[in-house]
């Protein structure tokens, strides 16, 4: 069953009010080259979705899947991709797993809420 497009729209009015960033992710060196950690590199999307902390547990129920992530973001379309840094209220989550439905994209991610 395809999912009629004012449907879709009236979904994303209502239920998608966050502002959200996908950042590609970069390896932080120091001057000498020895990897001191991970970081934002580039800005790739931005979009309204709907945001959500929620337990592992949950979210293996859920999906069937054992995903390390603690948050489900939901929106109407995304280039986002697995390992990019999806920001949220001055927060850095890393994407875990996507999952892309008739009607929305659903996108796992694990982080800190720096907010």
Not at 17 to 26: G, L, M, R, V, Y
């Amino acid at each position: 069953m395809e999912i009629p497009e004012e449907f879709k729209k009236a979904i994303a009015d209502t239920f998608y009010d966050k502002d959200i960033e996908i950042w590609t992710s970069a390896t932080i060196k120091d001057d000498e080259g020895a990897v001191v950690g991970n970081g934002k590199l580039e800005k790739i999307d931005s979009f309204k979705g709907n945001f959500q902390f929620s337990t592992r547990e949950y979210i293996q129920q859920e999906y069937g899947k054992e995903i390390e992530a603690n948050a489900i973001v939901t929106c109407d379309k995304t280039v986002a991709e697995i390992g990019n840094i999806l920001v949220y209220n001055k927060g850095d989550y890393t994407i875990k797993s996507l999952i892309v439905g008739d009607s929305h994209t659903t996108i796992l991610v694990e982080g800190d809420d720096n907010g």
